[in-house]
């Protein structure tokens, strides 16, 4: 039972991911704002001949609820999974996912209709008229934040079949603006967009931007070219990573309490036989005619795909499709994009996760759902791994530097170089769960406030997550976040915690000879930095990595000790020569865990513990007793 419950878990995760103190303190622009939302954002439901209706997509809170209910009446009983899973969902399974199923021309085998149609309909403050709960408005906690600025009359829900490919959404997006121009009187919008809305939106700029319509766009987390788990989970090439779910979790709620050590315990591999011959097998049934799920296969996988599952007279129309998508649309979108801000003036902003691998099983950097290079263009190394130092970036980018702290990514490549934030831990759907990703977003979608990734020393491109969960950030006091020079002499630790206290028990530097005194240390509450003196020198050398260790102790946890380990790039003199390799990542992904053949989830969750504190115990011999 406990696979059941979670495998409950993951069934709704994977449904619900593609849908979740800021200020706008510049001029609003006077535009109305287009929600554009991920998959689970737009409910499909199905209206029979006699106008029998049925809701068909969309989580609601009732059926979350029945799932519950369900799922704890089946508790103790012998059931097969596939049976428990089916009674839990309140309905057959099966039958519910077929009236989703598209035939093999990637065209609907039934009449799904959205819910609401025109922006009338779709206007937020006539929206939460008849659901005061939230229902059927898109990222509600984006959208309440975008109303305290421009009020609910001014935003309004895209709802489109989000089955079909992305050029046929992006086509009913033009669409929907043209009718919301019309009836707002405006002759712009604004749109913020989410994960498959992302898609959407970069494939409707690239498609339809020489019209002018648009003054702001953000795309978070954005799937632009493709998302790694539809390639997971249409190929079977499945490997669950129960860590990363639960963290995600974590994420979500913002628990403050430090699970990550004890977190590892849990990656054994104990959902993947139930998830490949239960759930599996019926999405890729049901669902494995979906443009835009083929839509989603990153270009690298696409062809290997198509041999795999499509045949090539059968699937004729939705090869076609597709094959348009990944070989005439996405090879142009860095042009397009780039045309729309430089030729027609748009303000557009792509914010993205990464160093997360694929919760599927894909070892690439991402956000949990989707690659950083899908999202952004960006050149990545392999998860787990690093360019070499001494990497020069592909393009030049008139002198800026491109190429991320822990030397994991390469963003000169990037559809947007200048206007795109890439955020280290960041899981998909998270944006508004971080405080730096909601200021960027917010005023992104209002205003010009951060016209590019150079607009604001607080805001640079490359950031770790200020997640509560996070528990600690860490940067020199001269540099931009992520970097260290010779000009740096203090060391910054911050509380990113919501409400719980945190004292620094180690901090402990890899590739330097840099050390900092803790002693007589304050505890920092929440929201509070140290500023530590730091001795000791750098590398004279620039594009070498180095990393810092933080141990700390959160006093109001009912987990105490934690860990966060954090890359710079040293900037302080002539450039390492790069020999074209990659390199085993300088951080907790790259290295190798010794404890990781540890099976036993109560022994490894006793040795990760032991491990911090072993570490803890080492740094205080090391600078106390023997300094």
């Given amino acids: 039972m406990k696979k059941v419950i979670s495998l409950l878990l993951v069934f709704i995760l994977t449904f619900t991911l593609f849908s979740f103190s800021t200020s706008a303190e510049d001029e609003i622009t006077e535009y109305p704002v287009i929600i554009v939302p991920g998959y689970s954002g737009s409910a499909l439901r199905y209206v029979d001949e006699n106008g029998n209706e049925e809701h068909i997509w969309g989580f609601t809170p009732d059926m979350i609820m029945n799932i519950l209910e369900n799922t704890i009446k089946n508790i103790g009983t012998e059931k097969p999974d596939k049976e428990v899973l089916q009674d839990a969902v309140g309905t057959d399974l099966e039958e519910w996912l077929q009236k989703m199923t598209m035939k093999d021309d990637g065209t609907s085998l039934y009449p799904l209709r959205n819910y609401y149609e025109t922006p009338e309909e779709g206007c937020s403050a006539n929206v939460m008229k008849l659901h005061p709960d939230g229902q059927y408005r898109h990222e509600v906690e984006i959208q309440d934040k975008l109303a305290e600025y421009v009020g609910y009359e001014n935003i309004f829900n895209f709802y489109n079949d989000f089955r079909y490919g992305a050029e046929y959404c992006a086509g009913k997006l033009d669409e929907y603006i043209q009718q919301v121009k019309a009836y707002t009187g405006k002759d712009k919008v604004n749109i913020y967009s989410l994960s498959h809305g992302g898609q959407v939106t970069a494939t409707y700029l690239a498609l339809y931007g020489y019209k002018q319509d648009v003054d702001n766009a953000v795309m978070a987390i954005p799937a632009i070219g493709g998302a790694g788990i539809a390639y997971d989970l249409l190929t079977e090439n499945l490997e669950f990573r129960e860590e990363i779910l639960l963290t995600f979790i974590q994420h979500g709620f913002m628990w403050e309490d430090d699970y990550d050590w004890l977190l590892k315990a849990e990656a054994l591999g104990f959902l993947d036989d ?70 027609y003036g748009m303000n557009l902003t792509i914010v993205a996760g990464c160093d997360v691998p694929i919760i599927t099983g894909m070892s690439e950097s991402s956000d949990a759902i989707i690659t950083l290079a899908s999202s952004t263009g960006a050149t990545c190394a392999p998860y787990g791994e690093r360019f070499s130092d001494g990497y020069k970036q592909i393009n030049p980018c008139d002198g800026k530097n491109k190429l991320s702290p822990d030397m994991a990514s390469d963003l000169s490549t990037a559809y947007l170089p200048d206007d795109t934030w890439v955020i280290n831990g960041l899981y998909h759907g998270m944006v508004y769960k971080d405080d730096f990703t909601r200021e960027i977003i917010i005023n992104g979608v209002l205003n ?22 996070h528990t600690v950030l860490a940067a020199f006091d001269s540099s931009v976040e992520g970097f260290v020079g010779k000009d740096d002499t203090k060391f910054v630790i911050k509380n990113v915690c919501k409400e719980d206290s945190v004292k620094i028990l180690a901090v402990k530097f890899d590739g330097c000879d840099l050390s900092v005194n803790l002693k007589n240390t304050p505890v920092l509450n929440p929201g ?6 730091i001795t000791g020198t750098l590398p004279n050398v620039s594009k070498k990595l180095i990393t810092a260790t933080v141990t700390y102790i959160s006093l109001d946890s009912i987990t105490p000790f934690g860990q966060r380990t954090f890359s ?60």
């Fill in 568 to 627: 710079y790039t040293v900037m302080g003199g002539e450039a390492v020569e790069y020999d074209g390799s990659f390199a085993v990542a300088d951080t907790p992904q790259g290295k190798t865990n010794p404890l990781a053949s540890i099976t036993n989830p109560i022994t490894r969750t006793v040795a990760e513990f032991v491990k911090i504190f072993v570490d803890f115990i080492s740094y205080w011999i090391k600078t106390v007793l023997v300094k």
């Fill in 274 to 343: 139930l998830v490949n011959d239960v759930l599996i097998p019926l999405l890729r049934d049901y669902l494995g005619n979906w443009v835009s799920l083929w839509d989603f296969i990153p270009s690298e996988y696409y062809e290997q795909a198509k041999k795999q599952l499509l045949d090539i007279e059968r699937h004729a129309g939705l090869i076609a499709t597709s094959d348009r998508f990944h070989y005439e649309i996405l090879p142009s979108m860095a042009e397009k994009l780039q045309e729309c801000e430089n030729k």
């Fill in 448 to 469: 010009d406030k951060y016209e590019n990734v150079y607009s604001s020393p607080d805001y640079p491109q490359f950031h770790y997550t200020s997640n509560p969960s």
């Fill in 528 to 533: 509070e930095s140290l500023e530590l003196d």
